[in-house]
């Protein structure tokens, strides 16, 4: 797959191509449906980096037959890395949802869960909101160094020991755009 050429010189391996990525939606759009079929469904997309794997997955589960009976799609914006390939462990809310939690259905979109600590908080803060039922929805898991034993209700695809970019995922802001999962070349972490 043709991506922008200073992309290409900073990749070191693809991990997952886009029709992976793609399967692993739609199976994970049709385990929700089944799950929730004839129910409605709020669907909370984690900032930025599952900006890709809400859209995606909302409109797989509108593909898949006997669903929910309606999906609303939202987003929060939280921060735990700055511009670092290790997590600070501190993750602090950017943006809040629009959407009332209380009373509803709820699935937390995340991209990957590496400590776990995002996952953890974005659990307690929505847990307190009192959801009808509230799971969690993981593209990539990379369960290496986790610190806490957070519950994954869907899990994608296991993700290698490595810093990963693409489909969301970024390096200082860079890569999201990157239509598969990437190992960036070492060197692109020398200036850290
Ligand atoms: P956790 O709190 O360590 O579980 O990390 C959760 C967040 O860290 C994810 O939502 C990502 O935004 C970011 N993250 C974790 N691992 C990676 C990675 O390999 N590449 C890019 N971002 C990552």
């Not at 400590?115 to 509230?134: C, D, I, S, V, W």
């Amino acid at each position: 797959m043709k991506v922008l050429e200073t992309y290409e010189g900073t990749i070191q391996r693809e991990l997952y191509s886009a029709d992976a990525i793609a399967g692993a939606i739609e199976r994970l759009a049709c385990e929700i449906a089944a799950d929730f079929r004839g129910q409605p469904l709020l669907l909370l997309g984690v900032l930025k980096g599952a900006l890709y794997v809400v859209t995606d997955l909302a409109r797989a589960i509108a593909c898949v037959e006997n669903g929910p009976s309606e999906v609303v799609v939202d987003y929060l914006c939280v921060s735990s890395y700055g511009n670092e390939t290790r997590s600070s462990g501190e993750v602090r809310l950017l943006k809040d949802t629009t959407e009332t939690v209380t009373g509803r259905n709820v699935v937390l979109v995340e991209d990957i869960v590496d400590n776990g600590l995002t996952l953890e908080y974005l659990n307690a803060l929505m847990a307190e909101r009192k959801p009808a039922t509230l799971r969690s929805c993981v593209l990539f898991d990379k369960p290496y160094h986790r610190r806490v034993d957070v519950p994954l209700g869907y899990v994608g695809l296991q993700c290698p020991d490595e810093f990963v970019v693409g489909y969301g995922l970024d390096y200082q802001e860079v890569f999201r755009n990157l239509p598969y999962l990437a190992q960036l070349q070492p060197w692109v972490f020398q200036s850290e």
